[in-house]
């Protein structure tokens, strides 16, 4: 141990220091974002707050890597786990013998197995338990939904091209990466220009297209052809395409399903009864064109989405299931800890909405049922967290965001995004569509409210809109139905004779009005959504390297511990030797297993009987049958428990009932050993 390492604190100490470390590196990222927004920031002081989060990385990473070398629990053997995934054919790169494509991979026989089953708990765990509507949406989207969402605009970056070979570049990727040749070629530059070229490479993503071509140039910035690239382009991270023959119809692969539930959610409000709250769902694929696809399928183009848009009443956010979750505890890591202590706290979800934490119960509730939606497939409880949105982090309307996170070998991942979008994506569909979205909340009691009685010039209305007449009466009639919401329409007319509404302009000629109160026994509202958005792609990754270890005795056996429920096979049926007796045996049982709906692998192979364990071990099969000489004699085979390794003994005509119970939870292991004799069976 050098001298620096045993200078540095160890076991609960260096995990404070490394919590208070993560707090300062959240804060000071924060503080650099605020400044790169802030016009009045100048360059000088970017520049200062960029080293110092560099920084603070630098020694967080010192300080992880020395926590690792002083735990080798705490070490993931990546190396040995890539090898299984892909021996064993669990996922494999798309394209393969072509060379493959960044960012497209395909699933093996186990991980797609392993996929539907993970897919059917969820609909299971949400759906049918919370009566969800399911909706399954096209994947093609035109351009105006995704125009009007706002998924056009924001999901840009710049882009040049080669113009000899046409290939596309990053533009401010590459003024980052010729900056650092620069520096690195000239390590004797003199401090000043050094930190002159450094504040240019911070604004690098911050440039307009001039402003980045202009830097280019300056900088000598050449394509691979030798040739100065083309001007900079913004270069949108949706897949485009053009709908009919025609090429005249533009649109888009969806990079998310929820735009398909807001769109039909007067048909899906209809499809519920009129009834508030209600919630739909939607398993599907979602697509992104990736720049810079890495870390496996935790950063893909295509991938598979399970997203649920739970509509409530915005004055009314409580939800009825909540007490039921409500001792469930939950490991959150709020905005105040982040930039803090750096450490989460463990209460209960009761507790979080109670003290504010979490904004509202719905959200609380569906952060609950996801956690124990994730421990029901088999996630390692102590390697999840809900982290918090920071509100530099926040989009304008969003009321309180929270993620689910998985630590895995790459850190902690964002796997499920849980947030209150408050009214925004049913708001903006429906004044651009010019389509009311809203629901209406039945009193008990009528109630006494003020609003705007109107007498529209029909006449004048047509005059000014023509086919639009409607669409404009209808705009106003609704905004009548609440005097707070007419009264900056009356007071525009009255001061300037005219105002926009929904993008019309209304003269004071056009109508008169009159401010009365009357009594309804209705309101009417435009719903807030609540969305959990899972990321089925990540997720199954994170399980995958949460159920992979290496048996202590040899650590060349890798075993994969998926639960009965997700196993992509339940069960294994081995004979112990090639007889045709035996085999008839092994037939039987596997017909009976699968007659059942629990997919069986059968190894007749002549490979030792530890060896077929192991293979079976490897592709996570949690249970296996071995079919022996008693079995001839006495119809009794030995049932083994793939984590334990221990073997039961028990009538044939058992087994499928068995391994039955134990994938739908309804038996466990350890009542199976009180249950039946246990015995002794090596495995060499």
């Given at each position: 141990?050098?001298?620096?390492?045993?200078?540095l604190?160890?076991?609960?100490?260096?995990?404070?220091?490394?919590?208070?470390?993560?707090?300062?590196?959240t804060?000071?990222?924060?503080?650099?974002?605020?400044?790169?927004k802030?016009?009045?920031?100048?360059?000088?002081?970017i520049a200062?707050?960029v080293e110092?989060?560099?920084?603070?990385?630098?020694?967080?990473?010192?300080?992880?890597?020395?926590?690792e070398?002083?735990?080798?629990?705490?070490?993931?053997?990546?190396?040995v786990?890539?090898?299984?995934?892909?021996?064993?054919m669990?996922i494999?790169?798309s394209?393969?013998?072509?060379?493959?494509?960044k960012?497209l991979?395909d699933?093996?026989?186990?991980?797609?197995?392993?996929?539907?089953?993970?897919v059917?708990?969820?609909?299971?765990?949400?759906?049918?338990?919370?009566?969800?509507?399911?909706?399954e949406?096209?994947?093609?989207?035109?351009?105006v939904?995704?125009?009007?969402?706002?998924?056009?605009?924001?999901?840009?970056?710049?882009m040049?091209?080669?113009?000899?070979?046409?290939?596309?570049?990053?533009?401010?990727?590459?003024?980052?990466?010729?900056?650092?040749?620069?520096l690195?070629?000239?390590?004797?530059?003199p401090?000043?220009?050094?930190?002159?070229h450094?504040r240019?490479?911070i604004?690098?993503?911050?440039f307009?297209?001039?402003?980045?071509?202009?830097?280019?140039a300056?900088?000598?910035?050449?394509?691979?052809?030798?040739?100065?690239?083309?001007?900079?382009?913004?270069?949108?991270l949706?897949?485009k395409?053009?709908?009919?023959?025609?090429?005249?119809?533009?649109?888009?692969?969806?990079?998310?399903?929820?735009?398909?539930l807001?769109?039909?959610?007067?048909?899906?409000?209809?499809?519920?009864?009129?009834?508030?709250?209600f919630?739909?769902?939607?398993?599907?694929?979602?697509?992104?064109?990736?720049?810079?696809?890495r870390?496996?399928?935790l950063?893909?183009?295509e991938?598979?989405?399970?997203?649920?848009?739970?509509?409530?009443n915005?004055?009314d956010?409580?939800?009825?299931?909540?007490?039921?979750?409500?001792?469930?505890?939950l490991?959150?890591f709020?905005?105040?800890?982040?930039?803090g202590?750096g450490?989460?706290?463990?209460?209960?979800a009761?507790?979080?909405?109670?003290?504010?934490?979490?904004?509202?119960?719905?959200?609380?509730?569906?952060?609950?049922?996801?956690?124990?939606?994730m421990?029901?497939?088999?996630?390692?409880?102590?390697?999840?967290?809900?982290?918090?949105h920071?509100?530099?982090?926040?989009?304008?309307y969003?009321?309180d965001?929270?993620d689910?996170?998985?630590?895995?070998?790459?850190?902690?991942?964002?796997?499920?995004?849980?947030?209150?979008r408050?009214?925004?994506?049913?708001?903006?569909?429906?004044?651009?569509?010019?389509?009311?979205?809203?629901?209406?909340?039945?009193?008990?009691e009528?109630?006494e409210?003020?609003?705007?009685k109107l007498?529209?010039?029909?006449?004048?209305?047509?005059?000014?809109?023509?086919?639009?007449q409607?669409?404009?009466a209808?705009?106003?009639?609704?905004?009548?139905?609440?005097?707070?919401?007419?009264?900056?329409v009356?007071?525009?007319?009255?001061?300037d004779?005219?105002?926009t509404?929904?993008?019309?302009?209304?003269?004071?000629?056009?109508?008169?009005?009159?401010?009365?109160t009357?009594?309804?026994h209705e309101?009417?509202?435009?719903?807030?959504?609540?969305?959990?958005?899972?990321?089925?792609?990540?997720?199954?990754?994170?399980?995958?390297e949460?159920?992979?270890y290496?048996?202590?005795?040899?650590?060349?056996?890798?075993?994969?511990?998926?639960?009965?429920?997700?196993?992509?096979?339940?069960?294994?049926?081995?004979?112990?030797?090639s007889?045709?007796?035996?085999?008839?045996?092994?037939e039987?049982?596997?017909?009976?297993?699968?007659?059942?709906?629990?997919?069986?692998?059968?190894?007749?192979?002549?490979?030792s009987?530890?060896?077929?364990?192991?293979?079976?071990d490897e592709?996570?099969?949690?249970?296996?049958v071995?079919?022996?000489?008693?079995?001839?004699?006495?119809?009794?085979?030995?049932?083994?428990?793939?984590?334990?390794?221990?073997?039961?003994?028990?009538p044939?005509?058992?087994?499928?009932?068995?391994?039955?119970?134990?994938v739908?939870?309804?038996f466990?292991w350890?009542?199976a050993?009180?249950t039946?004799?246990?015995v002794?069976?090596?495995?060499?």
């Amino acid at each position: 141990m050098s001298s620096s390492d045993a200078a540095l604190p160890s076991g609960a100490a260096l995990q404070d220091e490394i919590d208070s470390l993560n707090a300062q590196i959240t804060k000071q990222g924060a503080h650099v974002r605020t400044l790169k927004k802030e016009s009045s920031s100048n360059a000088d002081e970017i520049a200062a707050a960029v080293e110092e989060l560099k920084r603070l990385k630098l020694h967080a990473e010192t300080l992880r890597k020395h926590q690792e070398a002083s735990d080798p629990s705490k070490t993931f053997n990546r190396k040995v786990f890539d090898e299984l995934i892909l021996r064993k054919m669990f996922i494999v790169p798309s394209f393969e013998i072509h060379g493959g494509v960044k960012g497209l991979f395909d699933l093996g026989p186990p991980a797609c197995a392993l996929k539907a089953a993970i897919v059917d708990v969820w609909r299971k765990h949400f759906v049918l338990a919370e009566s969800m509507l399911e909706m399954e949406c096209t994947c093609l989207t035109p351009e105006v939904v995704l125009k009007t969402s706002g998924h056009v605009d924001r999901f840009t970056d710049l882009m040049v091209k080669d113009p000899v070979s046409g290939e596309c570049f990053r533009a401010d990727k590459l003024l980052e990466d010729v900056i650092d040749e620069l520096l690195e070629a000239n390590p004797g530059m003199p401090t000043e220009e050094r930190e002159r070229h450094l504040r240019i490479q911070i604004q690098a993503d911050a440039f307009s297209p001039a402003e980045l071509d202009e830097q280019l140039a300056q900088y000598g910035c050449k394509a691979p052809s030798g040739e100065p690239y083309g001007p900079s382009f913004p270069f949108n991270l949706m897949f485009k395409t053009s709908i009919g023959p025609e090429g005249t119809a533009v649109g888009y692969l969806r990079p998310e399903t929820a735009q398909g539930l807001f769109v039909n959610f007067r048909r899906l409000l209809d499809a519920n009864s009129q009834k508030m709250p209600f919630a739909a769902a939607q398993i599907g694929l979602g697509f992104r064109n990736e720049i810079a696809p890495r870390s496996g399928l935790l950063r893909v183009r295509e991938f598979c989405m399970a997203e649920i848009e739970h509509f409530v009443n915005p004055d009314d956010k409580s939800h009825p299931n909540f007490s039921s979750v409500a001792d469930k505890e939950l490991v959150l890591f709020g905005r105040d800890d982040q930039l803090g202590s750096g450490k989460t706290k463990t209460i209960t979800a009761g507790e979080a909405v109670a003290t504010g934490l979490v904004n509202n119960e719905t959200l609380a509730y569906f952060m609950a049922r996801t956690q124990l939606f994730m421990e029901r497939i088999g996630m390692d409880p102590s390697r999840l967290r809900f982290r918090q949105h920071l509100t530099t982090e926040m989009a304008h309307y969003a009321c309180d965001c929270w993620d689910l996170e998985i630590q895995s070998s790459y850190g902690w991942v964002e796997c499920v995004g849980h947030a209150d979008r408050a009214c925004y994506d049913l708001d903006v569909h429906g004044k651009a569509t010019k389509t009311p979205m809203v629901a209406t909340l039945k009193l008990d009691e009528p109630r006494e409210v003020e609003i705007a009685k109107l007498k529209l010039d029909r006449k004048a209305l047509g005059q000014a809109f023509k086919g639009d007449q409607r669409v404009v009466a209808r705009v106003l009639d609704a905004l009548a139905e609440n005097w707070v919401d007419f009264e900056p329409v009356a007071t525009a007319l009255e001061s300037d004779g005219k105002t926009t509404v929904d993008g019309f302009e209304i003269t004071k000629n056009m109508l008169t009005w009159t401010k009365e109160t009357k009594k309804v026994h209705e309101i009417k509202f435009t719903p807030s959504v609540i969305e959990p958005s899972f990321g089925m792609g990540r997720i199954l990754y994170s399980l995958l390297e949460h159920c992979f270890y290496q048996r202590d005795a040899d650590e060349q056996r890798c075993v994969m511990k998926f639960k009965p429920a997700v196993a992509p096979q339940k069960c294994a049926v081995l004979p112990i030797s090639s007889s045709d007796e035996m085999n008839a045996v092994v037939e039987e049982i596997a017909a009976s297993l699968m007659d059942s709906d629990l997919a069986t692998r059968v190894d007749k192979s002549t490979a030792s009987l530890g060896r077929r364990y192991a293979r079976a071990d490897e592709v996570g099969v949690p249970f296996a049958v071995t079919v022996d000489f008693d079995t001839l004699a006495d119809g009794s085979v030995t049932l083994r428990e793939r984590d334990s390794t221990v073997q039961i003994r028990l009538p044939k005509t058992d087994v499928t009932k068995v391994v039955f119970d134990f994938v739908h939870g309804r038996f466990s292991w350890d009542e199976a050993i009180m249950t039946y004799p246990v015995v002794q069976v090596k495995e060499d």
